[in-house]
């Protein structure tokens, strides 16, 4: 069954250039990976001048998902990237979950 990775960030002005550039970082490597079906990002600006964007991978099953977690994490470790780090310095919130494809 299809796995959809979704995430949510809220990016403060100042961070959006950063930010940006790490989330193409991470997008240009999981199109690389055994098991990746597609992905999309989506952005808009709210009140306060912050970016609300979403991203979204969808991945063939969940071994291949968690697979794709691992490579993701080897590549941070071999880049001394600390994602957590990176969110909290930039005072970037994140909402991530996983879904389900509904079948017709």
Known sequence: MKQIFIDQFIVPATAQHEFKGRMK????????????????AFERDDDQGNLICITTAI????????????????????????MKAMLQR????????????IAD
């Open 25 to 40: 970082v991470n997008r240009d490597f999981i199109k690389k990976l055994d098991g990746f079906i597609e992905d999309r």
């Open 59 to 82: 991945w063939q099953n969940e071994d291949v998902l968690q697979k794709a977690k691992e490579a993701v994490q080897q590549l941070y470790q071999q880049q001394g990237f600390d």
């Open 90 to 101: 930039l005072n970037v919130s994140m909402e991530r979950n996983t879904y389900r494809e």
